[in-house]
């Protein structure tokens, strides 16, 4: 049955969330799959590198080199890889939300043409919050060595009042891009829906946000615990049945396979929970109704807000 498009508190917004997830376990659990498969291939790739037999000692720094940079490029490889798992999701959520049948192909195959905006949105939101981090982290690093180097002169206690400067700045920076993540966090979803450029998807994501703010951040905060605490019990239970096999390799392929598990059981929630805030958002400051939904699953929809706002 199609579910009514109406404005939802937070609790009913989980409510429907795990409501979806429960009822289409395996199409969401398939879709979310895409990226922690892509970072368990470079990690078990990583360890059948650093396995084999009779490296020479003088080629450690290069095989030290080589692992560094599979890691880098594993990592990049899950981010992408979620990025477009998150847009399949966001396709699979309208589908689901109004009773119809995607596949997780068809989720897929629906972002045809579109992946590249995809992709350049995550992007910019990393980069925007990975500069105002690494900003934030200078200075505090600058402003915590002046005031620590001072303050030692001074006695202990201008050293401890340097260190706790550093201390506040980090905390600052931490505010910083959780306040920057959130405001664009519903870009994607407007990037596949409304098929808008990275740029335009960015600020109709400050526009929609805007005023749910603490919504979208206690759906993230909630999810993110969950994540971790399943991450943390399936990640200990692993980890312990391999220290009892005495074979650190196995052992090490039981945590990552643990790791990926983890990562596709409970990366949907998040998005899911997101998508459906895009769309509540709407509801509320646009009167978005089920028929304008229904067609945003096969053609991008025209956007009714007032003039994008930065």
Known sequence: MNEPLRPMSVGQ???????????????????AALGPAAYLVFQLLTIGSAALPG?????????????GIGMLVGIFVMLAGMAISQAATVKAVAAVHLGRTITIGGAY??????????????????????VAVMVVVMLAGIIGGVA?????????????????VAIVA?????TLAITI????????????????????????????????????????????????????????????LGALLHKPIIALIMVYLASFISGSLTGPLATIGISLLYYDERVRKEAFDLQLMMSSLDAPTPSIAAPLQA
């Open 13 to 31: 917004l989980m409510d429907r969330t795990f409501s979806l997830y429960r009822n289409n376990f395996i199409l969401f659990v398939g879709i």
């Open 55 to 67: 490296v020479a000692p003088r080629h450690t720094g290069a095989a030290f080199a080589s692992l």
């Open 109 to 130: 195959k629906a972002l045809r043409g579109r992946i590249g905006r995809v992709l350049a949105v995550f992007a910019l939101v990393i980069l925007l919050v990975g």
């Open 148 to 164: 620590f180097v001072g303050g030692a002169r001074a006695g202990t206690g201008g050293a401890i009042l340097g260190g706790l």
């Open 170 to 174: 980090v905390a600052v920076g931490a």
């Open 181 to 240: 993540y959130v405001r664009y966090s519903l870009a994607i979803q407007a990037c596949v829906v409304e098929d808008l450029g990275p740029v335009a998807s960015l600020k109709r994501s400050a526009v929609l946000s805007k005023g749910a703010r603490s919504r979208v951040l206690t759906i993230y905060f909630v999810f993110f615990v969950l994540s971790l605490i399943v991450s943390v019990l399936l990640g200990g239970t692993a980890g312990g």
